[in-house]
Nanobody, 119 residues
């Protein structure tokens, strides 16, 4: 059973840093596309960053490019999002997801972790 559990969110001042973690289980961790998506209050979901299978192509939304870094540790079955120079507009619930191909493609989501950037 695929399971994703995010952690590492919290309250941080503008300009600060946080590292989010996404602990994964139930699938071969390095084999699939994984991503971070966030949803700010009153807004729709926004794709933040993704990493292709095998630690391949990495992409970032323009809004976070140069400030956020995605990575994963296959030994720990964990994906990370290092966030630096945080801005109030980064305030959102952050979710990780994984896309598992098959006869029917399946997308699994974690429960999310709240990030609040405020003075």
């Amino acid at each position: 059973q695929v399971q994703l559990v995010e952690s590492g969110g919290g309250l941080v001042q503008p300009g600060g840093s946080l590292r989010l973690s996404c602990a994964a289980s139930g699938f071969t961790f390095s084999m699939y596309y994984m991503a971070w998506v966030r949803q700010a209050p009153g807004k729709g979901p926004e794709w933040v960053s993704s990493m292709d299978s095998g630690g391949g192509r990495i992409r970032y939304a323009d809004s976070v490019k140069g400030r956020f870094t995605i990575s994963r540790d296959s030994a720990k079955h964990t994906m990370y999002l290092q966030m630096s120079r945080l801005k109030p507009e980064d305030t959102a619930i952050y979710y990780c997801n994984v896309v598992v191909p098959g006869p029917v493609e399946s997308i699994y989501w974690g429960q999310g972790t709240q990030v609040t950037v405020s003075a």
